[in-house]
């Protein structure tokens, strides 16, 4: 073994190796198996007076979350030349294409969720900040719209704004941004959600179905994700301007959202057992959609997602390329119905528009979604029957009503919902808003989120593909 790639180290009494490769640090013990630790999963390594400390995140069986692990032992006093070339250049590969040391302002709403998010963080999330030796700046949010408040002042030396929360402190951060006195430059700090409200979409779409609602991998993306340009949607509405990032929903997708608020303490839970009791009832959504549509043909759409999802390295490498931005907002530009647009006045059960595949862990809401493609997509479910809504439920989480024939799916620059009655439920990324006439449209890549993967981490497959 050549010596400058490995150190051995003394602890317990035995004789432990680490040695690196391109893509894992392995640490091979005596009488005990390797330890494969991939280079993305280490947090810190340094040698002080003559000892080796290394911090990394590991599985301690498969299936289980990612820990905390710190390693450390003297160095054999034949290794100590090399040591300290060796460390750094661990932590260049550990580091490749990533600030080390980020600057991280904090938001820990309190009461979001099971109301868990103080001791989440204190206990799983701080620990790994520190690890990896990042500055924090900390702040528990007290007040509704106190995440809007700070994020409308925020300094613009941040690498990142953290959500410790579900996905409403989020709008409440980008609605922010987006009133600071530079928007634009504003919006390319990267947000990046640890999950610990009752909807954690985003952490969903970002991080995958199985590291979704693990902590320390949404601390890790924070550490070492890289920014990832996401559309944002203006929602409009009786003269005010609002930003949406993730979806807008009317009917029953709204009901079930903000009619268990009471169940919070339920988690995730709480969304399936709100769409039974919808099905159940059934309650027609008295609505008008009108639709700027971009596409509408299920196929071509499903082909299409399968044939732009890029490689991580092909992203990363796009990192440095994107628009410098300015100091204003995008104006709208769909204020107006013309030929282009369609109305759809079938009766439905729900409309359901956004960007993210998926809506919570039981659901793949929107299987065709991208997060720059300057589109967003639109649900509109009809009123079919109880039995089809139920089966509708089979392997949800692959995305499988996409292909139902109630299921209306558009690609839209825009639509506009007028509703027919004075009660309804509607909400925007989760929160409530009156139940009047709206119009959503697009700017492409106007925020910014970190990311492991440089794309939404979900896979649709497509039946017969």
């Known amino acids: 073994m050549d010596d400058s790639k490995h150190l051995r180290v003394v602890a317990s009494g035995g004789i432990s ?17 390797n330890l494969d630790v991939p280079l993305r999963q280490v947090l810190w390594v340094q040698y002080v007076e003559q000892a ?17 692990v710190k390693a450390r032992g003297a160095v054999h006093k034949d290794d100590r030349p090399h040591a300290t070339e ?16 980020r600057h991280l302002k904090v938001l820990v709403n309190p009461k979001g ?35 809007y408040a700070l994020a409308k002042e925020l300094s613009l030396d941040y690498d990142a704004v953290v959500t410790v929360s579900g996905d409403g402190l989020i709008h409440e951060v980008i609605n922010g941004l987006a009133q600071h006195t530079q928007p634009r430059r504003a919006l390319t700090i990267p947000i990046a959600p640890i999950p610990t409200g009752s909807g954690n979409g985003l952490s969903l779409n970002l991080l995958g179905i199985e590291d979704g609602f693990d902590l320390a991998a949404a601390a890790l993306n924070v550490i070492k994700g890289r920014p990832m340009k996401t559309d944002l949607f203006s929602f409009t509405q009786n003269g005010n301007r609002h930003f949406s990032f993730m979806s807008q929903a009317v009917g029953l997708m709204a009901d079930l959202d903000l009619g268990t608020e009471s169940l919070r303490w339920m988690g995730d839970t709480r969304f399936l057992l709100g769409f039974l009791r919808g099905v159940l009832r059934f309650k027609p959504c008295p609505v008008t ?25 092909e992203i990363h490498r796009q990192e440095d390329q994107l628009d410098q931005p300015h100091d204003t907002l995008p104006p709208l530009k769909h204020s107006d119905l013309d030929e282009d647009w369609i109305s759809l006045d079938t009766p439905l059960l729900y409309i359901y528009a956004g960007q993210g595949p998926y809506v919570g862990r ?32 089979d392997e949800a989480e692959k995305g499988a009503p996409y292909w139902m024939e109630g299921q209306h799916y558009f ?37 910014t989120l970190l990311s492991p993967h440089g794309r939404y981490a979900s896979e649709f497959v497509v039946p017969g593909r």
Not at 289 to 312: G, T
Not at 440 to 445: A, L, R
């Open 52 to 68: 080796l400390e290394v911090h990394f995140l590991a599985r301690k069986k498969p299936g289980a979350p990612l820990s905390l």
């Open 113 to 147: 969720g099971q109301g868990k998010a103080v001791s989440a963080f204190r206990k799983k999330v701080e620990p790994i900040f520190h690890a990896a030796q990042c500055s924090l700046d900390v702040t528990y949010t007290r007040h509704p719209k106190h995440a």
């Open 289 to 313: 959609l009108s639709i700027k549509v971009a596409e509408r043909d299920k196929v071509k759409m499903a082909e299409y997602i399968r044939s732009v999802q890029p490689k991580d390295d």
């Open 362 to 393: 039981d659901l793949m809401q929107f299987p065709v979604s991208l997060p720059d493609d300057g589109l967003i997509d639109v649900v509109a479910q009809e009123l079919t029957s109880r039995g089809d809504m139920l089966k509708a439920m």
């Open 411 to 447: 690609k839209a620059y825009a639509y506009r919902v007028t509703p027919h009655s004075l009660k309804g439920c509607l909400a925007v990324d989760g929160e409530a808003y009156p139940f009047e006439e709206f119009q959503v449209e697009v700017h492409p890549k106007l925020a």
């Open 86 to 101: 060796w460390v750094e250049a661990l932590m260049d590969a550990a580091y490749q294409g990533t600030k080390r040391n």
């Open 17 to 33: 190796t680490f040695s690196y490769n391109g893509s894992t640090l392995v640490i091979q013990r005596l009488d005990k198996k």
